[in-house]
């Protein structure tokens, strides 16, 4: 099965939303950006979200310490890191805690920086659109015959819409999907928009079990 990752939640309705619905990842995002909460917030959001559904932080270039206290209070229960954390850093963040590390990969127009992450120690990878300058939620997608042969589970991000993810999925299957503003009205998780990016992955899926049965 396709996972399915909703991330930059925020707000108790984004929870009582995402919580009727077939995802596997929430994203909370505690690096600076529109989508940014405290760790208060966090607290009382992992609080409502269902048992099943892991919390994610996301991360730029943090203080390891806080990541492990975050993880210690069970606020998250995977780390995704945007920044430029290295080998070293992922080391030292890894013998503090058990839960997975997703390393994000802003893919340029070759393949090597992806075959480098491979190598840096993260258990999945993230692959996002490079673009100047930003971390992430640039809402544009990348060429997805710049992904190698990956020998890590990764989840493909940048620019996802309900309305291109199908198309996207018919070019590579990854390990997961990631999403955020391809979801939201105004800055803010539209429901319903959620529902139709499920309800395509997951239509997407019968698809190709109905073609492994014919």
Not at 85 to 113: F, G, H, M, N, W
Not at 198 to 213: A, I, S, T, Y
Request: net charge neutral; glycine share 8%; charged share 30%.
């Amino acid at each position: 099965m396709i996972q399915i990752k909703i991330c930059g939640l925020r707000r108790r309705e984004d929870i009582e939303g995402v919580n009727q619905l077939d995802i596997n990842d929430a994203g909370f995002v505690f690096a600076k950006s529109p989508r940014q909460i405290e760790e208060a917030q966090a607290k009382e959001l992992r609080q409502m979200l269902r048992p099943d559904i892991t919390s994610v932080g996301v991360f730029v270039n943090e203080e390891p310490e806080r990541i492990v206290k975050l993880v210690q209070q069970g606020i998250i229960q995977k780390v995704q890191l945007h920044g430029d954390e290295d080998k070293a850093y992922i080391q030292k963040l890894k013998k503090e805690i058990t839960c997975p590390v997703i390393k994000a990969v802003r893919v340029r127009d070759d393949r090597e920086s992806v075959v480098c992450a491979e190598k840096i120690g993260a258990d999945m990878l993230l692959l996002d659109t490079y673009i100047p300058g930003q971390r992430g939620g640039s809402g544009q997608t990348f060429d997805l015959k710049m992904v190698p042969e990956l020998t890590l589970p990764w989840y493909m991000a940048g620019g996802l819409t309900p309305e291109n993810i199908s198309f996207r999925l018919e070019e590579i299957i990854p390990y997961g999907v990631d999403i955020s503003s391809g979801v939201e009205t105004d800055g803010y998780k539209d429901i319903n928009k959620v529902k139709k990016f499920v309800k395509e992955v997951r239509n997407f899926e019968k698809g190709l079990r109905r073609g492994e049965q014919g």
